[in-house]
């Protein structure tokens, strides 16, 4: 091989670019220390802050609903643990195969990892998804172990709501759900300021957080929801809690418990009373028939709601769990209405209930209470005849035995001599056609018929509708137009035991004290023209009247009122044209029974009312179960608490009461 | 006894050359690694595996492999450097045929039991091959056509292959070495400024083509946009800025790194090791470790000075110049400077391949040192 010559030339020249080139390194180096400085002296401040931001977190702590007590004390709704898994979009390395690695450890259909998939896409990536919730705590644990090895998913022991499920308080309590896109715009309009309303959308957004969505659950959210709390802590990019600052912490504030005038255990036997068959169809050929009937009991003195119950109903549980679609659609097509609150958003003709307004009405108008009627059973006005109840007639009657025999006769025979605006006025006096705002939703207004009344409901078409004095007739024994939801029927014979404008409320107690009891002034009228319609009450009941079967004696007196309305006109059998009797037709024809009391007569604290829908009589299928449903109600006064054993074994209830200001 | 005398004079010029070894630079490349030891250690939350404990043992061994290169005379590596050349060209070649694959890229390959990169030893051997062809090549053909096709052709085979595999990191570095020895064998300005133009052409050539990958072009141009893609390709880069920034003058105190240790920054043990040094020891501490960096180029560059043979000269720098590209393109890229390319901070960054052929480049220069007062070099056999 040849052997190079020493070369000067190329050495000097090497030398050259060897110091161009470490030259050009040196500077090389000079710029990286340049960087160096830049980002550990100059802008530190900015990349510590980041750094911060990265490990350190304030976490939003989402309070607990507050708790709802029925008027003694016991649970209606409250919280309890909830196991669930979560998920982080953006800190999975890929959302689809985690959740379907997630799925091999725990139940999750492809059909919710579309739903996440889809919910991913639409909110901010570090923004928790719920995955699944109520876990029993063997798939918890398990999720648990297997959560290290996936990233982003994060399972927690967080509380959901949970409602007494014999409490029957579905309707007046409702339910909670998560928050959609109306209530976190709604929520943040609401707030103050900026950052109150980043913080409150934060923590609607929260998985599992519930709102109200219906019920004094929806009235009261407000105050229900309560204050959340924050702490900060560390955590890893995987978003692990590493540490948790508690010395800084600002633990949440549990939302304000509230306590309702509601009787839970009332509330449950009545729930009871309605649903069992008190035999109201002997006849019955067509086997047992459906029910679907409500009843209110008031508190005379406070306006306290004791009993608001409708069956069927829901348990609101689903619905905090969020219900399936079937069920719902169960629910919402059944021919029972269960999602309907009956109490107030039912409306019926009041039947002969509203005879006892009419019989006010016609002694404001002058006309004697003692003043007779003579019923042979039909009743002749413009050209036609109409039949009494009792085609036989009643004989002779005063207002007082009208209401105990409930005589039609004698009440058309009034109505000729009325206006309907006279009973119109009335009625809206003693509690019909109008709401009471009880923070539970949709209430009925119902139909109290008058001039201005009709030309309204027409609205001119036809034109110039008058009222006819034949409609008269049909209101004056509460058929025709007329109509009412149970409640209103429960304030009618409130307001008539007390002759106060007796008002009912739901709420008691907020964050643990009472609620001032309300002062019902003196309705306007003179109180004797009551008088004569609470004897006929008494004596509907405890008189052999219509409702003798309903009587309470000897060891209560209650006085009340039977109720039978139609739904349909004439039933008559289209071959021999015999008027046609309920158990002969279909139960969605047969009449609404109805029946209104209060109690003690002599002294009146509580009253009531219940409506079967197509129940057949009043004096069959409502009077009875009011009668029971008093009896408890009676019973559990704590001025009877003594003398009747039905509620022993629980607390003390009188002095649960008297710390609680009822009596 | 001919034998045994010349066994004990071999013995004698061995203990020579050992006494003779640039301590400087050994004590140097030793703090070095040992800073990558105590990283590692850090990375691992405090515990010797699985990184610190493999990293100091293939030190040590990779420490015996130079001292072993570099007492082995010159005139034998420049006898080797062409069958050495030729010889990782083939293992090149022989990759996209019997490689492994990995992540997509095919740079392995499995021989009886063990792995092999041949790229990296393509790096030292392409510095070693571009020397020899210099060392033999009288000055005034250094830019002349016909001086000028051979070196061409010798980057370019190997620079092409691996850019193919794919890896641009180490197509970069293999390029940017073997220039730089064209550079130093002294090429004319007018080459130089050609050769510039020619790669910028090509660069725009081949994205144009779609030679380059989409994904290579997006992690090239992602740092000059930090704010775009914040979880994607500019993660790494934007997690390690604020690593570094947030560790300030003094840092956050060893093991005691948020980003680092909070796993903001994963697999950090390979190409972001540098991060875990500016955030736990500051600005001292990574100014410390460039300090060591340039410490050991200028000894590189004061041995390659010193030697007397155009190929010493030339090996060493060219070893020096292919050092201090990695820790360039390393620190760069992770302070948001340079695309993330996938280059380890050599000799801190876990990984053994890259510590071997590092310390085998170390070992020539050793080489070049201990030989460095022989101005002629006899090429010879293997045997003589």
């Known amino acids: 091989m040849r052997v190079e010559p020493f070369d000067t030339q190329r050495h000097m020249e090497f030398t050259r670019r060897a110091t161009f080139v470490a030259g050009g390194v040196s500077c090389l180096f000079v710029g990286v220390g340049y960087r160096l400085w830049d980002l550990q002296v100059a802008r530190h401040d900015e990349f510590r802050a980041q750094a911060d931001e990265n490990q350190f977190n304030t976490r939003l702590i989402a309070p607990l609903r507050g708790d709802i007590y029925d008027r003694y004390g016991n649970v209606v709704a409250n919280n309890v643990p909830d196991f669930r898994v979560l998920v982080i979009p953006e800190r999975t390395d890929n959302l689809r195969d985690t959740l379907v690695r997630l799925a091999a450890v725990m139940p999750l259909e492809a059909e919710q990892i579309d739903r996440i998939l889809n919910k991913a896409k639409r909110q901010r990536s ?130 304000t418990a509230i306590g309702l005038t509601i009787d839970k255990d009332l509330q449950a036997k009545t729930l009871e009373v309605l ?206 137009a007329v109509t009412a939801s149970p409640l209103q029927l429960a304030v009618m014979s409130a307001r008539i035991a007390t002759h106060k404008a007796v008002t009912p409320r739901l709420v008691r107690a907020i964050g643990g004290s009472l609620v001032p009891e309300p002062l019902f002034e003196e309705l306007p009228g003179d109180p004797q023209n009551v008088k004569v319609v609470q004897d006929g009450m008494n004596a509907v009941v405890n008189e052999w009247g219509t409702a003798a079967r309903s009587s309470l004696l000897p060891d209560f007196k209650m006085a009340g009122k039977t109720g039978t309305s139609q739904v349909v006109g004439l039933r008559r059998d289209p071959v021999t044209g015999r008027r046609l009797k309920n158990e002969e037709i279909p139960w969605q024809f047969r009449d609404h029974a109805l029946f209104v009391a209060f109690a003690p007569y002599e002294n009146p604290r509580y009253a009531c009312s219940v409506v079967v829908e197509h129940g057949g009589s009043g004096s069959k299928a409502a009077g009875p179960r009011a009668r029971d449903i008093m009896r408890a109600v009676l019973e559990k006064d704590p001025s009877n608490y003594d003398k009747h054993q039905f509620w022993k074994g629980q607390q003390d209830l009188t002095e649960v009461a008297m710390l609680g200001g009822a009596r | 006894m001919t034998i045994v005398i010349e066994a004990s004079g071999k013995r004698n010029k061995l203990r020579k050359r050992l006494a003779d070894l640039n301590s400087p630079l050994i004590i140097l490349l030793t703090l070095i690694a040992s800073a990558g030891v105590l990283a590692l250690y850090s990375v691992s939350d405090g515990s010797w595996t699985p990184y610190a404990m493999p990293h100091a043992i293939r030190f040590g061994l990779a420490m015996v492999v130079m001292i072993g290169i570099g007492v082995t005379p010159l005139k034998f590596w420049l006898s080797l450097a062409y069958p050495g050349y030729f010889f990782a060209l083939f293992l090149l070649l022989l990759v996209p045929v019997i490689g492994a694959t990995n992540m997509g890229a095919q740079r392995w390959l499995e021989l009886g039991g063990f792995q092999l990169q041949p790229s990296e030893l393509m790096k030292v051997a392409l510095v070693l091959a571009l020397a020899r062809y210099y060392h033999g090549l009288e000055f005034k053909q250094v830019s002349s056509i016909t001086g000028l096709i051979p070196p061409l052709a010798m980057i370019g085979a190997p620079v092409g292959l691996v850019f193919l595999q794919p890896d641009l990191g180490t197509a970069i570095l293999m390029g940017l070495s073997g220039v730089t020895v064209l550079l130093l064998a002294g090429i004319s300005w007018r080459l130089v ?28 141009t992602a740092f000059l946009n930090p704010d775009a893609d914040p979880l994607g390709a500019n993660y790494h880069p934007n997690q390690s800025k604020i690593a570094i920034g947030s560790g300030g003058v003094d840092g956050k105190g060893y093991m005691q790194g948020t980003q680092s240790q909070l796993d903001f920054l994963p697999e950090m043990q390979t190409d972001f090791i540098f991060t875990i040094i500016g955030e736990e020891l500051g600005l001292y501490g990574a100014i410390g470790l460039l300090g060591l960096y340039l410490a050991v ?23 020096a110049v292919t ?62």
């Not at chain 2, 400024?193 to 090239?220: H, N």
């Open chain 2, 323 to 384: 050092f201090v590209s990695y820790v360039l393109i390393n620190t760069g890229m992770v302070m948001g400077l340079a695309p993330v390319v996938g280059v380890p901070l050599p000799l801190v960054s876990y990984g053994g391949t890259v510590m071997l052929s590092m310390m085998a480049g170390f070992g020539l220069v050793m080489s070049a040192w201990i030989d460095r007062s022989q101005d002629t070099l006899r090429t010879s056999g293997f045997g003589s």
């Open chain 1, 275 to 480: 649903a069992s068959n008190y035999g109201e169809y002997p006849d019955e050929a067509l086997g047992p028939h459906p029910l679907s009937a409500s009843a209110v009991v008031l508190d005379i003195i406070t306006g306290d709601v004791i009993v608001m119950a409708s069956t069927p109903a829901f348990d609101p549980n689903v619905f905090s769990r969020g219900i399936e679609t079937k069920l719902w659609r169960e629910l919402n097509e059944s021919p029972l209405k269960p999602l309907l609150n009956k109490p107030v958003q039912g409306t019926y003709p009041p039947g002969s209930t509203f005879k006892l307004l009419t019989a006010i009405a016609a002694q404001e108008q002058g006309i004697d209470p003692s003043t007779t009627v003579y019923c042979n059973g039909t009743y002749r006005f413009g050209g036609r005849d109409f039949t009494c109840w009792k085609k036989e007639g009643h004989g002779r009657l005063d207002m007082e035995g009208s209401i105990k025999h409930s005589c039609d006769v004698y009440y058309w025979h009034l109505a000729t001599q009325l206006g309907i605006d006279q009973i119109a006025e009335v009625a809206q006096r003693y509690g019909l056609g109008q709401t009471y705002d009880l923070g539970i939703g949709a209430e009925a207004e119902g139909i109290v018929p008058s001039q201005a009344w009709k030309r309204a409901y027409y609205r001119n078409d036809p034109p110039n509708q008058t009222w006819f004095p034949g409609e008269t007739l049909s209101v004056a024994i509460g058929q025709g």
């Open chain 1, 126 to 255: 570090f923004l928790p998804i719920l995955v699944k919730d109520k876990l029993d705590w063997e798939t918890y644990a398990s999720v648990n172990f297997h959560s290290t090895e996936m990233r982003g998913v994060v399972s927690e022991i967080g509380a959901s709501r949970a409602y007494a499920e014999d409490a029957g308080a579905a309707f007046v309590v409702g339910y909670v759900g998560s928050a959609t896109a109306d209530d976190i715009t709604r929520k943040r309009e609401a707030a103050d300021t900026d950052e109150a309303a980043e913080k409150a959308e934060l923590l609607y957004r929260q998985p599992g957080y519930k709102v109200g969505k219906s019920g004094l659950e929806r009235t009261l959210d407000d105050r229900l929801q309560g204050d959340p709390g924050s702490v900060r802590v560390q955590v890893n990019a995987h978003g692990r809690v590493i540490e948790t600052y508690k010395d800084n912490a600002q633990p949440p504030s549990q939302g």
């Open chain 2, 193 to 220: 400024t050609l050769g510039v133009i020619a790669g910028v052409g090509g660069a725009i050539a081949g994205v144009q083509s779609g030679l380059i990958k989409a994904y290579q072009w997006e992690r090239i």
């Open chain 2, 297 to 319: 180029f200028f000894t590189t560059l004061q041995i390659a000075m010193s030697a007397k043979s155009h190929f010493g000269r030339l090996l060493a720098f060219g070893i």
